[in-house]
């Protein structure tokens, strides 16, 4: 994950001089526009931007650039970016920009006349451009605001801006792979969380009227022909007839109802009644776009609004079907049976990184240790191997997005100590302890003689590394790292300084995600993890950047593999697919 992958946005004045940067100039300019048209092309340069097929940053933003611009306004982009330096450096269209335009354009567009065609008129392709530039700076403006203010110590500014930067990367990131995301997909509800929750299929087949194989195969196969920009460069299909020829016809439109919505109810959905200043204060949620991420018009044609959104179904999609709708405790209940069924796909994944070797473990999974002051403690997983120990506790949990870009930075730090870390309930005066405060909790133990004298394979440690695996990859930003780690030293102190075992080291909290586990699984037939997380230590002591940044700028970089497991599962739901379809 890139923070800097934005770079700078191009004014608008740089390529037209006399349009305004101001909301009043935005709204008259979208009324020119064609509502419909401009959605679909909204998400066909999203489809464009965030390609994960396209590593080339320049190249991206050239085929999106192609579609709208005259030569003589590529020349003053071309400008502008040699004053900035070059061109890696520029961004015309990202992601971000797009979903901020959209809802604007769901407020202030009518459909025209001839919609369908609106856009082969040069001049109407120059108003959406002059829009989508002034809708960067609207973005920018509602996710940076002052957010990356240095008033104030540095680690407050850093604290300060979490939220902007989980926003930013958000907006500016690519579409993951499709294979880890439906691999993991699969893997997970298929073989993991089908176990922890009996009900599954029968609440998720009320929910949706499709069974999850059958949700899972229609969600590959307008994947493959719709998402993907090199196999179709329009994104367009007609969801009346797309599937007609095929076995997985009623199934298909079944699939269609479910995960698609009318332009009008979109557009109801994002400003409801509310009057014209009350929706210019709304906040912008993304739920609309969650749930329903395939939009389609009245004249036949569908697309698919945002490709990463829509990429999430592959990976976590059925859960929050299933959560829809409950109460707080059944959804607490789905969302622990997701958690269980994460920890144990992410244990055997490391069964599988580290096996017994001549009858010696290495690994140990839920293993559980009576602590010193009586209480057992769990581990979810600690490898030992040399003099070295590494501790992983697992957490599977959502960020709530209404929490993000809190005016309050003190409230988000609040929200993710409550899902990651300890957080003290005044009201009953007890203890929430998560993830970051469980890995400080039994670290306080192990470092202890009188704890390694009662368990005896503990006793030949030397180094310690706690790791945070989480499923959350937006953990994986810049200073996120950083804040978790503090959160670690604040709550690591073993309750008898005098009993700390000596030479003994405990390194920094480490942030894993679960993509990081998965590229590690077959790379570690290469080197050894404790190898990279010594170098990790050493490079980025303060935790700023994360691991996966590290790796990709050491010597690391050029020993990582592709996990062999994820494309074999993504394999078997293409055949699965093929063999339904014929």
């Known amino acids: 994950m890139n923070f800097n992958r934005t770079g700078v946005f191009i004014p608008v004045s740089e390529i037209f001089p006399d349009v305004r940067n101001d909301f009043d100039t935005f709204k008259t300019l979208l009324t020119d ?32 650039i192609d579609l709208f611009l005259t030569s003589e306004e590529i020349k003053k982009v071309n400008e502008f970016a040699l004053e900035k330096g070059d061109a890696t450096k520029i961004t015309v269209f990202f992601r971000g920009q797009l979903l901020e335009l959209l809802r604007w354009i769901l407020l202030y567009c009518h459909n025209h006349p001839n919609d369908g065609k609106t856009f082969e008129d040069p001049n109407i392709r120059r108003k959406f451009v002059q829009t989508a530039l002034i809708a960067s700076d609207f973005w920018a403006k509602r996710v940076y605001g002052n957010r990356f203010s240095a008033d104030g110590e540095i680690d407050t500014a850093r604290r300060r801006a979490l939220g902007a930067i989980r926003k930013a990367i958000e907006g500016t990131e690519l579409c993951p792979e499709l294979t880890r995301s439906f691999g993991r997909g699969w893997t997970i509800f298929i073989d993991y969380f089908r176990n922890q929750y009996k009900s599954f299929d029968t609440e998720f087949q009320s929910s949706t009227s499709l069974s999850v194989e059958d949700y899972f195969k229609c969600l590959l ?111 607490n209940e789905i969302f622990g049976a997701f958690g269980k069924a994460f920890e144990n796909y992410a244990s055997d994944i490391l069964n599988r990184m580290f096996p017994d070797i001549d009858g010696n473990k290495q690994l140990f999974c839920n293993l559980k240790k009576e602590g010193l002051n009586g209480k057992e403690l769990e581990m979810d997983a600690c490898i030992i191997k040399h003099r070295d120990l590494i501790l992983i506790e697992t957490k599977a949990v959502w960020i709530r997005e209404d929490k993000i870009l809190n005016e309050d930075s003190q409230k988000y730090l609040e929200h993710l100590r409550e899902k990651y870390g300890v957080i003290e ?50 953990l994986d930003a810049p200073v996120y790292g950083q804040f978790l780690a503090s959160e670690f030293e604040r709550l690591f102190c073993p309750s008898q300084k005098s009993d700390f075992k000596n030479g003994l080291t ?73 063999a339904a379809i014929k």
């Open 33 to 64: 526009i064609s509502l419909t048209d401009a959605l679909f092309w909204c998400a066909r340069l999203n489809l464009i931007v965030t390609n994960p097929l396209e590593n080339d940053h320049i190249k991206r933003q050239q085929t999106a």
């Open 221 to 331: 196969i307008i994947t493959v022909h719709f998402a993907n920009p090199r196999s179709n460069n329009t994104g367009i299909f007609n969801p009346r007839t797309f599937a007609d020829s095929t076995l997985l016809k009623d199934i298909f439109q079944k699939y269609i109802a479910y995960e698609s919505q009318s332009v009008g109810k979109l557009k109801n959905e994002f400003w409801g009644n509310a009057d014209e200043t009350e929706k210019i204060e709304l906040p912008y949620d993304y739920l609309p776009l969650r749930e329903k991420p395939i939009l389609c018009s009245e004249d036949g044609r569908a697309i698919i609004l945002d490709p990463i959104f829509y990429n999430e179904k592959a990976s976590i999609g059925p859960l929050f079907i299933l959560t829809k709708n409950k109460t707080r405790s059944q959804a």
């Open 425 to 474: 309930q005044c009201n009953t005066g007890t203890r929430k302890v998560k993830g970051v405060g469980q890995l400080a909790r039994i670290a306080n133990n192990i470092v202890c003689d009188l704890f390694q004298i009662k368990n005896p394979e503990f006793n030949q440690v030397a180094t310690i590394y706690p790791i945070l695996l989480v499923y959350d990859a937006f």
């Open 506 to 578: 405990v390194h920094p909290l480490i942030v894993l995600t679960i993509e990081d586990l998965e590229n590690l699984e077959f790379s570690l037939n290469h080197f050894e993890l404790q190898d990279l997380l010594s170098d990790y230590s050493i490079n980025c002591p303060d935790r700023l950047a994360s691991l996966n940044n590290y790796i990709a700028g050491s010597k690391y970089a050029k020993q990582m593999y592709y996990n062999k497991n994820l494309a074999g599962k993504c394999l078997e739901l293409f055949e699965q697919t093929k």
